[in-house]
Nanobody, 119 residues
């Protein structure tokens, strides 16, 4: 089992920045990759960014590429999402996820943290 706890959400003006954190605990040695997803009101959850836990390879959705940065601190079992130049349409609940099974997608999820971007 892996437990994930997000923090760092809040209210920010358009063009502003926020840094989200996700602390993992439990069987963290089984994690293959971690990622960030978001779900806006009335929309489906979408992938934002991912990072491989050992090598640190990163991947981003096209909509955030160049503005968001995912990073990790293995010693702290924590993954971060630095979000710059935020836009009102990026208001959503942001979820952290961990993948321990390689095939089949992310199998552990945090409770989410709210990000609100005002215009």
């Amino acid at each position: 089992q892996v437990q994930l706890v997000e923090s760092g959400g809040g209210l920010v003006q358009a063009g502003g920045s926020l840094r989200l954190s996700c602390a993992a605990s439990g069987r963290t040695f089984t994690m293959y990759r971690m990622g960030w997803f978001r779900q806006a009101p009335g929309k489906e959850r979408e992938f934002v960014a991912g990072i491989s836990w050992n090598r640190g390879d990163t991947i981003y959705s096209d909509s955030v590429k160049g503005r968001f940065t995912i990073s990790k601190d293995n010693a702290k079992n924590t993954v971060y999402l630095q979000m710059n130049s935020l836009e009102p349409e990026e208001t959503a609940i942001y979820y952290c996820a961990a993948d321990t099974v390689v095939i089949g997608g992310y199998n552990y999820w945090g409770q989410g943290t709210q990000v609100a971007v005002s215009s």
